[in-house]
């Protein structure tokens, strides 16, 4: 299994980006997934979670309103469109998916099997 996050940069506070997560390995549209995001010296946070029907998604509280979490099931690929981003948002990013299908949302990283590597994402002030 391998799952890879990639679109994380250098923005400046206010700004958008959209990070992508791509798997292989696994049947990408039977699973839920989630990011996560982990600040130095911290433990990582749940961010956003899609389940595998793609019907109900779910927020960190921090995130709702700015952030938007989707999938495309063609292309074994998961977004985070992240908008109107404030310095506290800088952190590594993680995408993450449970060792089982058809498993409920859950913003505990312990509910989760596969990760990537990580996308980092810095927003200046």
């Known amino acids: 299994v391998q799952v890879v996050e990639s679109g994380g940069g250098l923005v400046q506070a206010g700004e958008s980006l959209t990070l992508s997560c791509t798997a292989s390995g696994l049947t990408f549209e039977t699973r839920t997934w989630a990011w996560f995001r982990q600040h130095p010296g911290k433990e990582r946070e749940g961010v956003a979670c899609?389940?595998?029907?793609?019907?109900?998604?779910y927020y960190g509280d921090s995130m709702k309103g700015r952030f938007t979490i989707s999938r495309d099931n063609a292309k074994n690929t998961l977004y985070l469109q992240m908008n109107n981003l404030k310095p506290e948002d800088t952190a590594m990013y993680y995408c993450?998916?449970?060792?089982?299908?058809?498993?409920?949302?859950?913003?505990?990283?312990?509910?989760?099997?596969?990760w990537g590597q990580g996308t980092q994402v810095t927003v200046s002030s």
């Open positions: 899609i389940t595998w029907q793609g019907d109900r998604t």
């Open positions: 993450a998916t449970a060792q089982l299908a058809h498993v409920l949302c859950s913003g505990s990283p312990t509910m989760y099997h596969y």
